[in-house]
């Protein structure tokens, strides 16, 4: 019985930069696609992985709100079609982002604990709830003060 001594596609060095090569021009591909439309800000596309696991990643910017829908019947439907064909494999995973430009809502101003309140050793158990108290005329004060002044605390249970 003769042994085979033949290198499988994906471990060949030529192979695997020939795929490499391809799937970078398949993803500035779609990017030029969707920059090329006069709905659309920007866009960024990248593809990873090997044929039995390819992963897209696109993040699309449209120009208003009301172009969104129409943006994201064109990738779905278009343009993601035409890059399996051209690549001859199907997506595995895709991540697809829309988002329109100019509508990020930041904080005026972050918000942040005073260095005081900060645990010390917050990273020994970070998933630890911390403690919170309540700030007075927030709404949030202990029952005591209410039971003091002779009203039953209302019954909140969803029964």
């Not at 042994?3 to 930069?17: D, F, I, K, R």
């Not at 659309?40 to 993040?59: D, F, K, Y």
């Not at 108290?133 to 003060?145: I, M």
Request: hydrophobic content about 40%.
């Amino acid at each position: 019985m003769k042994e085979s001594l033949a290198v499988p596609v994906e471990t060949s060095p030529q192979q695997g930069n020939a795929w490499s090569t391809r799937i970078q021009k398949i993803a500035a591909f779609a990017s030029e696609q969707c920059r090329s439309r006069d709905t659309v800000h920007s866009a960024i596309c990248t593809i990873t992985g090997s044929p039995e696991q390819l992963v897209i990643s696109l993040a699309c910017t449209a120009k208003s709100e009301d172009q969104v829908p129409e943006l994201m019947q064109y990738v779905n439907d278009t343009l993601l079609p035409q890059m399996e064909s051209a690549l001859g494999v199907r997506f595995e995973v895709k991540n697809l982002q829309f988002a329109v430009a100019g509508k990020e809502s930041l904080l005026a101003a972050p918000e942040h604990a005073p260095e005081a309140e900060l645990p010390a050793h917050w990273l020994d158990q970070p998933f630890a709830a911390p403690k919170q108290t309540p700030t007075p005329g927030s709404g949030l004060e202990p029952a005591s003060s209410v039971s003091q002044s002779g009203a039953s605390p209302a019954d909140l249970s969803m029964a």
